[in-house]
């Protein structure tokens, strides 16, 4: 896979004949829009501040509500299908949908729909396989599902800790995507009103997580749901009418103003031009498939409903919402080449993370006109909800698996004796049984509302750290960064789930070389990739010591996830408990016993 300010053409004198005439065509298009100046920066700045007041409203509202540990993890577990299949496609729609993807149609064409394709197909694989079983084995994490047949500290110290990563991982890419929004609200390239932006963005995550937990949470991405589905409609809408309803008429005007011709249009603009690049390209299909399945904060929506049926209506919901949004994704791109320019949209930001504000400014009557200004801030504070809501959603997953996991499950564990929980399924402190036959499961001692104390603290330290990786990566494309956060859960979190769901004989040791097996080999082909070094785009352009050649690594750590899974199981000195298994496949088919 190639980022998009990493593609380049190979002869200089091609490169240059390309821009003349890009140049000439887009001369003869509408004028290049520009981010409002003056005056009109007010507006703009004024519905931001508006978005971040009713967010705040909502979390402190929300927040009085409940304080309880199930309130703060799984908002109470009341929500019905319709309203967290809203909250699914909001948590699932971030900056790498409204920004990202728009932006790599705009310059790739018939390549950056193959982002939207995954991303949907993604889906499938969760309704099929995941939803209703996770909700029926797990309560509040994806380490509760593990944990119900390996009840051991490692286990839940690793699943916790993967899902750490990836969840950092996918806020990194929603913070870029923030910063490049704000820059360009500004009208400005600089560094420090990106930099701002992004300490802002993480601070107010902080404040939605540490105050609202998950109810709060909820509420926030349903709000921005109608927010998202509402502007893409009115744009796509507009740019339908624009062109007469003629979209081919559109297609071609994409064509003829993207600067490749008809190749816009077919594959390989993108990912065909090697053996490397189509390696690429099935590297990141995998793990735009695949991945989803794994994401922390998908998961954890599934334990806000109150039954594994209303999870499997929740998830239907959601795919008709996303499936809906990605086709208006593609048609939002294609407006964008044809009535800007590819080279305008990769001038105002190389990877493209603006194209549907420009977009929007044009559609509402152009640069310095009302109707422009007004249209264009109303979609950037659209896309800036959207960003507020998902790292959100992603802080408190992260802090849910740092405190409920990692903290309260390996670290403060004690070995050798099980909790006994009373009438609400909840624990009491220091209340204990024997352990069973095997005498080495592991649990907490900690009440639940030491956990909620944790998990804020943990939110907090969680935002610094994403706030000062987001700097260094300001310069790549959001979908590009949301696609190494799917290959690293699918390759750790997704083999571990499915041997844990369907595998009779799978392990502890099993369990944790799964999640390292595919955790560990993801991070490091990231590293020594040339994302990282060996070009100018790269997040350390001076140095060069890349090796691997693909830039998503999915291809290569996915299947080495499943294999270090099979290989523990298959040489643990320990065999699986089948009385274990036994429980966990009624629970999770039936939902006795589930929280």
């Known amino acids: 896979m190639t980022i998009p300010m990493m593609t380049s053409v190979p002869a ?21 829009p520009v981010a409002p100046t003056g005056d009109h920066h007010s507006l703009a ?12 409203g909502v979390t402190l509202w929300v927040g009085r509500q409940g304080n309880a540990a199930e309130d703060f993890f799984a908002g109470g577990r009341d929500f019905t299908p319709l309203q967290n299949g809203f909250a699914l496609s909001g948590d699932y729609l971030s900056a790498a949908s409204f920004l990202g993807v728009a932006g790599l149609i705009a310059l790739y064409g018939y390549d950056g729909v193959l982002y939207s394709i995954g991303f949907l197909v993604a889906w499938l694989v969760v309704l099929m396989l995941v939803a209703e079983l996770v909700r029926n084995a797990g309560r509040y994490t994806l380490a509760d599902v593990l944990a119900l047949r390996l009840r ?17 991982l996918y806020l990194v890419a929603q913070m870029v995507g923030a910063g490049s929004l ?65 979209l081919g008429e559109l297609m071609r005007q994409a064509a003829q103003h993207s600067g490749a011709g008809h190749r816009y249009l077919e594959p390989g603009l993108k990912y065909g031009g090697s053996i490397t690049s189509r390696l690429d390209f099935v590297s990141l299909g995998l793990g735009l498939v695949l991945g989803t399945a794994g994401l922390p904060h998908i998961l954890s929506r599934f334990y806000t409903v109150p039954t594994a049926r209303a999870a499997r209506r929740s998830t239907m919901w959601a795919i008709g919402l996303v499936g809906s949004f990605y086709l208006m994704a593609i048609v939002l791109g294609l407006g964008a080449t044809a009535l800007i320019g590819s080279t305008e949209v990769r001038h105002a930001n190389s990877a493209g993370n603006t194209a549907v504000p420009l977009l929007a400014l044009v559609l509402g009557g152009g640069n310095g006109s009302t109707g422009g200004v007004v ?39 004690r070995p050798g004796r099980e909790q006994v929980k009373n009438g609400h399924g909840r624990r009491r402190r220091g209340e204990t049984v024997p352990a069973s036959r095997s005498g080495k499961e592991s649990v907490s001692e900690v009440s639940e509302q030491q956990e909620v104390v944790v998990a804020r ?9 994403a706030i000062v990786i987001s700097l260094f990566a300001q310069q790549l494309n959001v979908a590009f960064l949301v696609g190494l956060a799917f290959a690293v859960a699918a390759s750790s979190n997704l083999p571990v789930l499915l041997y844990s769901l369907f595998w009779s004989r799978f392990t502890a040791r099993g369990a944790v070389w799964a999640v390292y097996g595919g955790l560990i080999p993801a991070i490091a082909l990231v590293i020594f990739s040339p994302v990282v070094s ?27 996830g499943f294999l270090a899974g099979w290989v523990g199981t298959v040489t643990s000195s320990e065999p699986a408990d089948p009385d274990r298994f036994a429980e966990l496949e009624v629970r999770a088919l039936t939902g006795a016993g589930a929280a």
Do not use: C
Not at 12 to 25: G, N
Not at 154 to 164: D, H, L, M, N, W
Not at 538 to 557: C, K, R
């Open 375 to 413: 249209l264009f801030a109303l979609i950037s504070a659209i896309a800036f909800a959207t960003i507020l809501a998902v790292v959100a959603g992603l802080t408190l997953a992260s802090s849910a698996a740092f405190a409920h996991d990692i903290w309260a499950g390996a670290w403060r564990a």
């Open 182 to 246: 704000v820059a360009l609200l500004l009208g400005t390239g600089s560094p420090h009103a990106r930099t701002w932006t992004i300490m802002a963005v993480g601070a107010l995550m902080i404040v939605y997580v540490t105050i609202g937990g998950m109810r709060a949470t909820t509420w926030i991405q349903i709000i921005k749901a109608f927010l998202l589905t509402g502007g893409s409609v009115l744009l796509t809408v507009l740019l339908v009418v624009r062109f007469h309803g003629d």
């Open 152 to 168: 051991r500290r490692k286990v839940r110290a690793a699943a916790g800790g993967a899902s750490v990563v990836v969840t950092l």
């Open 45 to 56: 700045i004024a519905l931001f501040a508006v978005v971040v007041l009713v967010t705040l």
């Open 457 to 465: 603290i943990a939110a907090a330290g969680i935002g610094a750290t």
């Open 534 to 560: 060996g070009s100018a785009e790269a997040l350390f352009p001076g140095l060069d010591f890349h090796w691997f050649p693909l830039e998503n690594p999915g291809i290569v750590s996915i299947p080495l």
């Open 12 to 32: 200089d004198a091609a490169k240059s004949a390309v821009q003349t005439a890009v140049r000439t065509v887009v001369s003869t298009a509408t004028p290049p």
